[in-house]
């Protein structure tokens, strides 16, 4: 690791500005000089790795005493604060009650102890895992741009088949974002020009030819709060996660649906599918496939073939889409049977 320096911020704005000019010339956010450090999960673990070499490192944990560090649930919708753990929205009653796809993405995305430190915001601005990223000596377009992709035709069993390009199959290994982007959620973020409220589905960016740009970031802007909207399928919402073992893992293909049924009809169907892609990825075609239809186990494969209709996979990780139409079924027969 090498050495950097420490600021201890006790405000967004501050906190945003600090970035700003120390990030100097202009960069996307994961190559800047300067980082925000939350719960530091995952930052603290690339730097030791020698992947992410920030010169400054802003600490923005003191913000968890402001509204950044709370949860808030009105009739018109959820708002967590970014600095708000992951153990903390878990737990929340009324997440698990009302918004169950949010409390189970977490319970199922890491260990008790890294729940316990690991902030809102960071998770959903997380890094892959992809062992050609991590690893410095083999090139990695994502760590150094221009310098190829060593997955493409390496040992990509774990890689993305929705979302890739010849530059970058890095899979996407968050499971909160999937639950986010199937609720329609926002991000609020302070920056350099101001404050401003964007989609969730617009927040992370396909590779192209530029995989290190990962967001719609730019240096200095600081995720402060996410809000999801109430809406008659947030309770009847599931998360599923197929991984190799049980114990923390990444999925290899998980589902995080939400349905509103009006009898035995589908009246509004949402699905996003993980493990499988470069970006939180929403199914839209699955979705399209269950309106105005029962929801029966035909119309749930059918649903899961069209979530992967686009799917292109490499030499080790084709498997992932006939597991992944499999999930989406089962997510969508689970909600189904829910109790709401």
Same mark, same amino acid.
């Given at each position: 690791?090498?050495?950097?320096? @420490?600021?201890?911020?006790?405000?967004?704005?501050?906190?945003?500005?600090?970035?700003?000019?120390?990030?100097?010339?202009?960069?996307?956010?994961?190559?800047?000089?300067?980082?925000? %450090?939350?719960?530091?999960?995952?930052?603290?673990?690339?730097?030791?790795? $020698?992947?992410?070499?920030?010169?400054?490192?802003?600490?923005?944990?003191?913000?968890?005493?402001?509204?950044?560090?709370?949860?808030?649930?009105?009739?018109?919708?959820?708002?967590?604060?970014?600095?708000?753990?992951?153990?903390?929205?878990?737990?929340?009653?009324?997440?698990? #009650?009302?918004?169950?796809?949010?409390?189970?993405?977490?319970?199922?995305?890491?260990?008790?102890?890294?729940?316990?430190?690991?902030?809102?915001?960071?998770?959903?601005?997380?890094?892959?895992?992809?062992?050609?990223?991590?690893?410095? #000596?083999?090139?990695?377009?994502?760590?150094?741009?221009?310098?190829?992709?060593?997955? @493409?035709?390496?040992?990509?069993?774990?890689?993305?088949?929705?979302?890739?390009?010849?530059?970058?199959?890095?899979?996407?290994?968050?499971?909160?974002?999937?639950?986010?982007?199937? %609720?329609?959620?926002?991000?609020?973020?302070?920056?350099?020009?101001?404050?401003?409220?964007?989609?969730?589905?617009?927040?992370?960016?396909?590779?192209?030819?530029?995989?290190?740009?990962?967001?719609?970031?730019?240096? $200095?802007?600081?995720?402060?709060?996410?809000?999801?909207?109430?809406?008659?399928?947030?309770?009847?919402?599931?998360?599923?996660?197929?991984?190799?073992?049980?114990?923390?893992?990444?999925?290899?293909?998980?589902?995080?649906?939400?349905?509103?049924?009006?009898?035995?009809?589908?009246?509004?169907?949402?699905?996003?599918?993980?493990?499988?892609?470069?970006?939180?990825?929403?199914?839209?075609?699955?979705?399209?496939?269950?309106?105005?239809?029962?929801?029966?186990?035909?119309?749930?494969?059918?649903?899961?073939?069209?979530?992967?209709?686009?799917?292109?996979?490499?030499?080790?990780?084709?498997?992932?889409?006939?597991?992944?139409?499999?999930?989406?079924?089962?997510?969508?027969?689970?909600?189904?049977?829910?109790?709401?």
């Amino acid at each position: 690791m090498q050495p950097f320096s @420490y600021l201890r911020s006790a405000d967004a704005e501050s906190a945003s500005e600090a970035a700003r000019v120390a990030a100097g010339a202009a960069a996307p956010p994961t190559q800047s000089a300067a980082q925000f %450090l939350a719960g530091g999960t995952n930052i603290v673990d690339y730097m030791k790795l $020698g992947v992410m070499r920030p010169e400054m490192l802003v600490d923005i944990n003191e913000l968890q005493k402001s509204e950044m560090g709370r949860i808030s649930v009105t009739d018109k919708g959820l708002r967590l604060g970014a600095l708000v753990r992951m153990a903390q929205a878990q737990e929340h009653p009324a997440i698990k #009650s009302d918004y169950p796809v949010i409390a189970e993405a977490l319970l199922l995305a890491a260990s008790q102890q890294i729940r316990n430190m690991a902030s809102l915001g960071g998770n959903i601005l997380q890094r892959t895992r992809c062992e050609y990223f991590r690893e410095t #000596s083999w090139a990695c377009n994502k760590r150094n741009p221009g310098s190829g992709c060593s997955a @493409y035709d390496g040992v990509n069993r774990e890689h993305a088949v929705l979302g890739g390009s010849e530059a970058c199959i890095a899979t996407y290994h968050g499971d909160f974002a999937q639950a986010l982007i199937t %609720l329609d959620a926002s991000v609020d973020i302070i920056g350099p020009h101001g404050a401003r409220t964007i989609r969730f589905s617009d927040l992370h960016k396909t590779p192209g030819d530029t995989p290190h740009i990962e967001t719609a970031l730019a240096p $200095g802007d600081l995720v402060t709060f996410i809000s999801v909207p109430a809406g008659p399928h947030t309770r009847r919402s599931r998360y599923v996660k197929v991984r190799d073992r049980q114990s923390y893992q990444f999925a290899l293909p998980s589902a995080a649906v939400a349905l509103a049924i009006d009898g035995d009809i589908v009246r509004d169907a949402r699905i996003a599918v993980g493990g499988v892609a470069t970006v939180p990825w929403r199914a839209r075609e699955a979705e399209t496939a269950l309106i105005g239809k029962p929801i029966d186990e035909a119309a749930a494969l059918a649903a899961g073939k069209a979530a992967f209709a686009d799917a292109k996979p490499r030499r080790d990780n084709a498997f992932k889409i006939p597991l992944g139409e499999q999930v989406v079924a089962r997510a969508l027969l689970e909600a189904r049977e829910m109790k709401v």
